[in-house]
């Protein structure tokens, strides 16, 4: 009787096996190996995938090698802002293998408007251009560039009315915004050194360029609203070109207003020289506060010896790259313009070292 029980178990048991065979989720070892023999053609489990045509094109070397680009970045070569946005658009060529032409503008707005007719004539793929001369400037140009078929982007200073007008065909942005990075920076001013009601501030700036002039009005809003008094000084055409024609400028300002607490450059070059301007006017490190804009060996040298207290950062060699990248993608792609906000953080003697070496070899 007991042997027969274990008989009829056994019976049980194996009947359960091929059944859950035949629905086939959980083999057994010995089911396994038997199917694997019988399926003499196919692959094994451990095997690769079959070859595809072949790797995505974007991974290709040269994939943009077929586009021809004009690209602006904006001020002098060697200058401390424009060659680190320049920087940028030089390894977005080398990674993507677009042929890139540079044009320098020096920073002035009229032979922006003037290269850009004559980059258009050239008939390229794609322009990436600064857009300080602003919309009403720039626009008719740029009507006429996309009717060609030509794809342009911005960076540095926004065009909102071309960008929304063109996005589709690729027009983005890459750059701060620059109402609200000049803002952000008279805030932290204030709240940083204790400033406020009755206080004076020095603000040198761009307010007569369009766009641009915002980040310079942001500056003036933070201040006045805090109840400061703001000297104002336009940034004159020679010292936007090379800061070192400024400091006549910058010691008759001090000199007329020596309760100046606040120094505020609105502009990467003349951030770099706050400590020749500071010098020249017979100021010490501890005179005044000096803040700015924008990264450079430079500036971070005047941070470090306490010259200059305070920067906000636009990580401008994104704009060089990520402008050809976008040209690229639209070119090869058509992906639509892309809006990239680059405005960071401030800069100021506790965080130096951390973005010192990459500042040294204009990245940062």
């Not at 003499?40 to 790797?55: I, L, N, Q, S, V």
């Not at 290709?60 to 920087?87: K, L, R």
């Not at 001090?254 to 502009?267: E, F, G, R, S, Y």
């Amino acid at each position: 009787m007991k042997m027969k029980k274990m008989s009829w178990s056994l019976i049980a048991l194996v009947i359960l096996s091929l059944v859950l065979v035949s629905c086939g989720p959980a083999q057994t070892p010995a089911a396994t190996e038997k199917a694997t023999e019988e399926s003499a053609t196919a692959a094994p489990a451990t095997e690769a995938p079959g070859e595809t045509e072949g790797p995505a094109p974007a991974a290709d070397t040269g994939w943009c090698s077929n586009t021809d680009i004009v690209f602006f970045p904006g001020g002098s070569p060697g200058g401390t802002f424009a060659t680190v946005v320049y920087n940028g658009a030089l390894a977005a060529a080398a990674d993507t293998g677009a042929n890139v032409e540079y044009v320098w503008s020096d920073w002035n707005t009229e032979k922006m408007i003037t290269q850009f007719g004559e980059a258009v004539a050239t008939a390229p793929d794609g322009i990436a251009v600064m857009g300080h001369p602003g919309d009403e400037a720039f626009d008719p140009l740029i009507d006429d560039a996309e009717a060609q078929g030509i794809i342009v982007t911005s960076s540095n200073t926004e065009l909102p009315l071309a960008q929304a007008k063109y996005s589709g065909n690729g027009f983005g942005y890459v750059g701060a915004v620059n109402y609200s990075a000049g803002y952000n920076l008279g805030k932290e001013s204030i709240n940083r050194f204790g400033l406020g009601d009755g206080d004076k501030a020095f603000v040198w700036g761009l307010l007569s360029n369009p766009g641009r002039g915002e980040r310079t009005q942001g500056i003036i809003d933070a201040l006045e609203e805090a109840g400061m008094e703001v000297v104002y000084q336009e940034i004159d055409d020679a010292t936007n070109s090379d800061a070192s024609a400024g400091v006549s400028t910058f010691v008759g300002v001090m000199a007329a207003n020596p309760d100046i607490k606040l120094v505020v450059t609105d502009h990467g070059q003349l951030t770099a020289t706050q400590q020749v301007y500071l010098e020249a006017a017979g100021l010490g490190p501890d005179d005044v506060y000096a803040v700015g804009f924008d990264l450079s060996s430079a500036t971070v040298e005047a941070v470090k010896l306490g010259w200059t207290d305070l920067v906000i950062d636009q990580q401008q060699w994104l704009q060089g790259y990520l402008s050809v990248l976008q040209i690229c993608l639209t070119d090869n792609y058509a992906f639509s313009g892309l809006h990239i906000d680059t405005g960071a953080g401030f800069l100021h003697k506790d965080n130096v070292d951390l973005l010192a070496d990459l500042v040294e070899r204009q990245i940062r």
